[in-house]
């Protein structure tokens, strides 16, 4: 069955279909807060894979090199490095509790042999260096083997030490904590396409920083109102122009985004483009504006076209043409009539998150009962496919799902009644150039690859 | 005609049957929706959305505690107990005066994540 093509340069081939490659994490029924993932990012080659928790530690997975002697495997990802990012902390001049839940993990290009990330919870922003080590001295002439002092007066030759190899090494150290900043929330880090300085966005500003300096940010956006009371919109994700250092753009919960451009004034509180969909007054309703209101914003990796996803789909914007999307896509729009009951539940609250594939030809986003969604905007496929142990075995292909909403159920459908809205898929990743994605279910993380044949 | 929307219990009985009405008279599904909610819980704001929202987003993780409170309250009740939170810890509401026990523990996960295991 033909699945939703993606990637590479070839552009999409119908006999594309995703296979189960690895699943991470305990299959324990109780899962502990702390395992939520909270955030899955690869890097900018594909081959380290970051993700986040609840319990403000991070996790990377590193591909391995290809295994000539295993030839239908593509490279597994396996634990490269972990550390514990962020502490649980309480502010008390506030009576704040801030959680250690790291809510955006954003990659840096790399410049040398070492990786670097930006990890952030609620508040502070912290930049890790990740390097190997795979080479120690030995033959110093102060100290022993084992690290003891050697006493100077037995020394009676100089030795120079040499280089020996070891087992690798993979170290985690935190060079830059940005912290201070935020009097609410953050929400959405991004680093620039200068590689020097990268924007964080809580829900009333924007804050520009240099990756060097820790004192010092600036203020971009401020939307807060002089009157609380009068407060009507937050901002809810806030993303760069992948080639324009000057430009940026941020969502609203009002369903809202606009790009900013810096030249044009140090605080851009005033955007250059607004784009809105215009919405049929007849149809508004209690739930309108809280559906509407947008849980990410992506460009595409050409920079033409920007995505946004609410709450019950996901709409292509092209950067020309403010008025309304270019491309709308139905996530689960079967769940427009289940409205009520998401509200009582807080689901319709949830922010899901969505992202491109390589060449921007495919897009997917997450939605409940584990599954997620594909849409192939050349052909105008969609799939469902889902995240499970039952179709766990090693590349197994996977098979599509469908959601019942009539009367009548086929069989191997489900029913919207029957959903599991406790497994939800607010966290997806695709691999940069290739049919790799990773997806978060809860505190699974789930890799499929594109079949080899 | 336009059938009365009624109260939250007579819809969930009619179950089925008033959607298919209800769709007949081209009320979209959301507006169906709000009908239910407003009749279970008649207070909800006026402000569809609104700024309700928006303050309970900005004020999440704000815990208040008055050691001023919670000392009266000690000794007024002297050997009896403190009412105690009920199953939502999280939630202080009326006369319940936190307690420390009441608040959730903060401990840092010093246990390595599963997914490197």
């Given at each position: 069955?033909?699945?939703?093509?993606?990637?590479?340069?070839?552009?999409?081939?119908?006999?594309?279909?995703?296979?189960?490659?690895?699943?991470?994490?305990?299959i324990d029924e109780d899962?502990?807060?702390?395992?939520?993932?909270?955030?899955?990012e690869f890097n900018y080659?594909?081959?380290?894979?970051?993700?986040?928790?609840?319990?403000?530690?991070?996790?990377?997975?590193?591909?391995?090199?290809?295994?000539k002697s295993r030839p239908?495997?593509?490279?597994?990802?396996?634990?490269?490095?972990?550390?514990?990012?962020?502490?649980?902390?309480?502010?008390?001049?506030?009576?704040?509790?801030?959680?250690?839940?790291?809510?955006?993990?954003?990659?840096?290009?790399?410049?040398?042999?070492?990786?670097?990330?930006?990890?952030?919870?609620?508040?502070?922003?912290?930049?890790?260096?990740?390097?190997?080590?795979?080479?120690?001295?030995?033959?110093?002439?102060?100290?022993?083997?084992?690290?003891?002092?050697?006493?100077?007066?037995?020394?009676?030759?100089?030795?120079?030490?040499?280089?020996?190899?070891?087992?690798?090494?993979?170290?985690?150290?935190?060079?830059?904590?940005?912290?201070?900043?935020?009097?609410?929330?953050?929400?959405?880090?991004?680093?620039?396409?200068?590689?020097?300085?990268?924007?964080?966005?809580?829900?009333?500003?924007?804050?520009?920083?240099?990756?060097?300096?820790?004192?010092?940010?600036?203020?971009?956006?401020?939307?807060?109102?002089?009157?609380?009371?009068?407060?009507?919109?937050?901002?809810?994700?806030?993303?760069?122009?992948?080639?324009?250092?000057?430009?940026?753009?941020?969502?609203?919960?009002?369903?809202?985004?606009?790009?900013?451009?810096?030249?044009?004034?140090?605080?851009?509180?005033?955007?250059?483009?607004?784009?809105?969909?215009?919405?049929?007054?007849?149809?508004?309703?209690?739930?309108?504006?809280?559906?509407?209101?947008?849980?990410?914003?992506?460009?595409?990796?050409?920079?033409?076209?920007?995505?946004?996803?609410?709450?019950?789909?996901?709409?292509?914007?092209?950067?020309?043409?403010?008025?309304?999307?270019?491309?709308?896509?139905?996530?689960?729009?079967?769940?427009?009539?289940?409205?009520?009951?998401?509200?009582?539940?807080?689901?319709?609250?949830?922010?899901?998150?969505?992202?491109?594939?390589?060449?921007?030809?495919?897009?997917?986003?997450?939605?409940?009962?584990?599954?997620?969604?594909?849409?192939?905007?050349?052909?105008?496929?969609?799939?469902?496919?889902?995240?499970?142990?039952?179709?766990?075995?090693?590349?197994?292909?996977?098979?599509?799902?469908?959601?019942?909403?009539?009367?009548?159920?086929?069989?191997?459908?489900?029913?919207?009644?029957?959903?599991?809205?406790?497994?939800?898929?607010?966290?997806?990743?695709?691999?940069?150039?290739?049919?790799?994605?990773?997806?978060?279910?809860?505190?699974?993380?789930?890799?499929?690859?594109?079949?080899?044949? | 005609?336009?059938?009365?929307?009624?109260?939250?219990?007579?819809?969930?009985?009619?179950?089925?049957?008033?959607?298919?009405?209800?769709?007949?008279?081209?009320?979209?599904?959301?507006?169906?929706?709000?009908?239910?909610?407003?009749?279970?819980?008649?207070?909800?704001?006026?402000?569809?959305?609104?700024?309700?929202?928006?303050?309970?987003?900005?004020?999440?993780?704000?815990?208040?505690?008055?050691?001023?409170?919670?000392?009266?309250?000690?000794?007024?009740?002297?050997?009896?107990?403190?009412?105690?939170?009920?199953?939502?810890?999280?939630?202080?509401?009326?006369?319940?005066?936190?307690?420390?026990?009441?608040?959730?523990?903060?401990?840092?996960?010093?246990?390595?994540?599963?997914?490197?295991?």
């Amino acid at each position: 069955m033909a699945g939703v093509a993606g990637g590479g340069g070839g552009g999409g081939s119908n006999d594309f279909q995703w296979c189960f490659s690895q699943v991470k994490g305990a299959i324990d029924e109780d899962v502990a807060e702390a395992d939520i993932i909270s955030t899955v990012e690869f890097n900018y080659s594909g081959d380290l894979l970051a993700t986040g928790d609840k319990g403000g530690r991070v996790v990377i997975f590193q591909r391995e090199q290809e295994n000539k002697s295993r030839p239908h495997s593509r490279g597994e990802y396996n634990v490269y490095s972990t550390f514990q990012s962020h502490e649980p902390e309480f502010d008390y001049l506030k009576s704040l509790e801030i959680e250690e839940k790291i809510n955006k993990i954003r990659w840096l290009p790399q410049q040398n042999a070492a990786h670097f990330l930006l990890s952030t919870n609620d508040k502070t922003i912290k930049l890790w260096k990740i390097s190997e080590r795979d080479k120690r001295a030995e033959g110093y002439n102060l100290k022993d083997e084992d690290g003891r002092l050697r006493d100077p007066f037995r020394i009676t030759a100089l030795r120079v030490p040499i280089l020996k190899p070891m087992d690798l090494m993979v170290e985690a150290s935190p060079r830059r904590i940005f912290a201070n900043a935020h009097t609410y929330h953050i929400n959405s880090i991004s680093v620039n396409s200068d590689h020097e300085t990268y924007l964080s966005a809580d829900d009333l500003r924007i804050n520009l920083w240099h990756l060097e300096i820790t004192d010092r940010s600036f203020n971009i956006v401020d939307i807060k109102p002089a009157n609380m009371e009068e407060l009507t919109e937050v901002i809810t994700a806030a993303e760069f122009h992948p080639h324009h250092c000057n430009v940026f753009v941020y969502s609203s919960s009002k369903g809202t985004i606009r790009l900013c451009d810096m030249r044009s004034s140090a605080l851009c509180d005033r955007h250059s483009k607004f784009f809105e969909e215009p919405e049929d007054p007849s149809s508004r309703s209690f739930f309108s504006e809280i559906i509407s209101s947008i849980s990410d914003v992506k460009f595409s990796h050409s920079g033409r076209y920007m995505m946004t996803r609410d709450y019950l789909s996901v709409k292509v914007w092209d950067l020309n043409m403010e008025n309304r999307p270019v491309e709308t896509y139905q996530v689960h729009e079967y769940l427009r009539s289940k409205l009520c009951s998401l509200y009582e539940n807080d689901c319709i609250f949830d922010k899901f998150e969505c992202c491109w594939n390589g060449s921007d030809s495919a897009i997917m986003t997450g939605s409940y009962n584990n599954f997620f969604r594909m849409f192939d905007r050349n052909t105008r496929r969609d799939i469902t496919l889902e995240a499970s142990r039952e179709s766990s075995k090693p590349r197994a292909i996977l098979k599509p799902r469908k959601v019942c909403t009539g009367g009548k159920r086929k069989k191997d459908e489900i029913s919207v009644d029957s959903l599991d809205f406790n497994k939800k898929i607010l966290h997806t990743a695709w691999h940069p150039m290739e049919n790799i994605i990773a997806v978060a279910a809860t505190n699974n993380l789930y890799i499929f690859q594109d079949k080899i044949n | 005609m336009a059938a009365p929307l009624g109260t939250g219990t007579r819809a969930e009985e009619n179950g089925q049957e008033k959607q298919d009405m209800q769709e007949k008279e081209t009320v979209t599904p959301e507006r169906a929706e709000e009908a239910k909610l407003k009749a279970k819980y008649p207070n909800l704001g006026q402000k569809p959305g609104g700024s309700d929202f928006l303050m309970k987003r900005l004020q999440k993780g704000q815990k208040y505690f008055d050691s001023g409170d919670y000392n009266m309250a000690k000794a007024k009740m002297k050997n009896k107990q403190l009412p105690s939170a009920g199953p939502d810890k999280n939630l202080v509401t009326g006369d319940h005066i936190p307690t420390p026990q009441d608040l959730p523990q903060r401990k840092s996960s010093l246990v390595t994540s599963k997914l490197a295991g």
